[in-house]
Nanobody, 118 residues
Framework: QVQLVESGGGLAQPGGSLRLSCAASGSILNTNVMGWYRQAPGKQRDLVAQITRSGTTYYADSAKGRFTISRDNAKNTVYLQMNSLKPEDTAVYYC????????????WGQGTQVTVSS
């Protein structure tokens, strides 16, 4: 079992920045891959970025060049630095933990709202 606790969402202006954090506890094997997904109202939950324990990263096209995923293995925490935010980034962001690369694991955080608006 893995427990994920997110923090750092909120309101930002277009062009602004936010940093999300997700602290994981529980089974280390099931946190080999950590990721961030987002879900806007009426839409499916989509992958934003993933990172392996060794630091390999993947970004969705919408996140490339603007978002940076990182992790602190000692703290079992993953971060998502979001810069140059756009209104279309508005969504609930969810942390996810998986055992294998490029898969959607069964463990989810509670979600944190990110709203980009002037």
């Amino acid at each position: 079992q893995v427990q994920l606790v997110e923090s750092g969402g909120g309101l930002a202006q277009p062009g602004g920045s936010l940093r999300l954090s997700c602290a994981a506890s529980g089974s280390i094997l099931n946190t080999n891959v950590m990721g961030w997904y987002r879900q806007a109202p009426g839409k499916q939950r989509d992958l934003v970025a993933q990172i392996t324990r060794s630091g390999t990263t993947y970004y969705a096209d919408s996140a490339k060049g603007r978002f940076t995923i990182s992790r602190d293995n000692a703290k079992n925490t993953v971060y998502l630095q979001m810069n140059s935010l756009k209104p279309e980034d508005t969504a609930v962001y969810y942390c996810n933990a998986a055992a294998t690369w490029r898969t959607r694991g069964p463990y989810w955080g509670q979600g944190t709202q990110v709203t980009v608006s002037s």
